[in-house]
């Protein structure tokens, strides 16, 4: 299962969930990638990291993130727009709540390689679930051209361009994209990945857990 889980939400959940993903982002996207962002304790964090956000976590049996996600709506300022808008030169950046965007998309290095690959499809279909259950059209990032190969279109879900192949300030080469929703999308997304069970976890059951 994928825990969906927000700041108000995070009491519903056993553990720490939010604090594992920080945890697994400082060890993906600052000791691995060496990405110059702000960290503390050992987890990684920025400005889109408040109430707004939801994130899509993957823990162990220990209870530490193995994968994660985060989702923003972009009626607010949001990442792409802010530190990344010279990537989007086909069309203007959105500004609306049916538009949201995914970030911080992180797998443990130290996983063989078909666990990676599992558990990278059941966060695209938890994106998928989470997006039609919220009323989202698209959901819109930035990443390197090969992790989006490798996430999504691997997974059966296509990306349309939102401008053209650029290096970042650490010399990557990067691209924005957009991941429209649909049900259609769905179900060749749970045809191409064998996930054909609901993947989210929004908390009750580690309430009756608790309980």
């Known amino acids: 299962m994928i825990e969906c889980v927000t700041l108000e939400t995070a009491h519903h959940f056993l553990g720490n969930p939010i604090c594992e993903q920080h945890r697994l982002r400082y060890e993906s996207i600052i000791k691995r ?32 993130a193995i994968g994660s996600s985060r989702l923003y709506p972009t009626d607010r300022p949001y990442m792409l727009q802010q530190n990344f808008s ?18 911080r998309f ?9 666990e990676r690959e599992s558990i990278i499809q059941e966060i695209v279909v938890g994106y998928l679930e ?34 053209d192949i650029c290096k970042n300030a650490e010399g ?16 060749h997304v749970r045809t191409t990945t064998g996930i054909h069970e609901t993947v989210l976890n929004y908390g009750q059951l580690h309430k009756r857990i608790a309980a």
């Open 106 to 114: 992180c797998i443990k290095s130290s996983l063989p390689p078909p």
């Open 33 to 64: 990638q060496n990405w110059d962002v702000p960290a503390v304790r050992n987890l990684e964090y920025d400005s889109y990291d408040n109430p707004a956000a939801y994130y899509l976590v993957k823990r162990n049996r220990y209870g530490e």
């Open 86 to 103: 010279h990537l989007v030169t086909k069309r203007k950046a959105p500004n609306d709540i049916s538009v949201w965007e995914g970030s």
């Open 172 to 187: 990557h080469k990067i691209v924005a994209g957009d991941l429209k929703v649909s049900k259609t999308v769905l179900d």
């Open 130 to 163: 989470f997006a039609l259950a919220n009323n989202i059209q698209s959901i819109i990032g930035v990443m390197y051209p090969v992790y989006w190969k490798n996430i999504f279109v691997k997974s059966g879900w296509n990306v349309e361009w939102l401008g």
